[in-house]
């Protein structure tokens, strides 16, 4: 485990966010800015978000409080996401997002070697489905 | 016109796009996202933080690639979706964006794909792969 992370942090609920009702307006614009056909665009009974809407919900706080000190004053980049999905997200769902650090590890490549940090999103809406799992990969550069 | 999971066979492309990111656009993703921030929205303000001007979301590829994949294999066919971020992506710009088949899973009938958004001079800025679920 780098960095003398506590094991027992992995898995730790750290954020709880609730949004909604989701509008058909929000889920138009979100469809609309990435040039989606009409199945994501059209306001009407079978609107549904686009697949990757879901990961516009970043939760109250994106990193739990017991994070390294040597990572949380360093800026960190995006190094990419990792998209399971479920049910769709229709007009009129409430989606409640669970962050959890799902992992955090070290490479050592050409530039160095780099911290990644995982925060996994796991939302799920007002019938208890699960909407879509989302893992966050954050990457730190050079020194801890 | 959806592809069939019978048509499709390891090594196909996936038909590519190219578009125009235009600023504008960018900024709507950042507003429809609620990321208007300096470095989505405003060249100065991106150099600001150390940028060469305005970028485009991560997550916005993600998007653009997610619909890559959805126009070949039809809405709501795409599971899963995943993407590392290699690479800054500037609006005003030409991209494009590819996909070519990996495996067939007779079983579940899903289709995986490598997918990747490059820059007009062929450099790939997000490489990705994906599971899709074919009728």
């Keep these: 485990m780098p960095l003398d992370l506590d094991p027992a942090t992995l898995g730790e609920e750290f954020d709880r966010a609730v949004y909604g009702p989701v509008t058909a307006d929000e889920l138009v614009a979100f469809a609309r800015a990435l040039g989606a056909p009409s199945c994501y665009t059209e306001p009407g009974p079978d609107l549904v978000a686009h697949p990757t809407f879901c990961v516009s919900y970043r939760g109250h706080k994106f990193f739990p409080d017991n994070l390294p ?16 999905l479920g049910a769709p997200i229709r007009p009129g769902d409430t989606v409640t997002v669970v962050s959890t650090l799902h992992d955090v590890y070290e490479k050592t490549g050409r530039s160095g070697t780099m911290v990644f940090v995982v925060v996994r ?18 990457m730190y550069r050079g020194e801890r | 016109m959806s592809v069939r999971f019978e ?62 994949v959805e126009a ?51 450099e790939r800025l997000v490489l990705g792969t994906a599971t899709a679920r074919l009728d």
């Design chain 2, 72 to 122: 070949w294999a039809g809405p709501g066919a795409l599971c899963r979706l995943g993407t590392t971020f290699r690479g800054l992506v500037l609006p005003d710009r030409t991209i494009r964006l590819r996909g070519t088949v990996t495996e067939k899973d007779e079983a579940r009938r899903t289709i995986e794909v490598d997918v990747w958004l490059e820059s007009d001079e062929g």
């Design chain 2, 7 to 68: 048509d499709v066979v390891e090594g196909d492309d996936l038909p590519a796009q190219e578009l125009f990111l235009a600023r504008d656009q960018v900024r709507a993703y950042a507003r429809a996202t609620d990321m208007y921030f300096p470095r989505f929205t405003d060249d100065e303000g991106a150099r600001r933080e150390g940028l060469p001007g305005m970028i485009a979301p991560g997550n916005m590829s993600l998007g653009l690639l997610a619909g890559l």
């Design chain 1, 121 to 138: 999103f796991t939302l799920t809406n007002q019938r208890g489905e699960r909407v879509a799992t989302v893992d966050n990969r954050l």
């Design chain 1, 69 to 84: 000190p040597s990572l949380r004053s360093r800026m960190s980049f995006d190094a990419g996401k990792d998209v399971e």
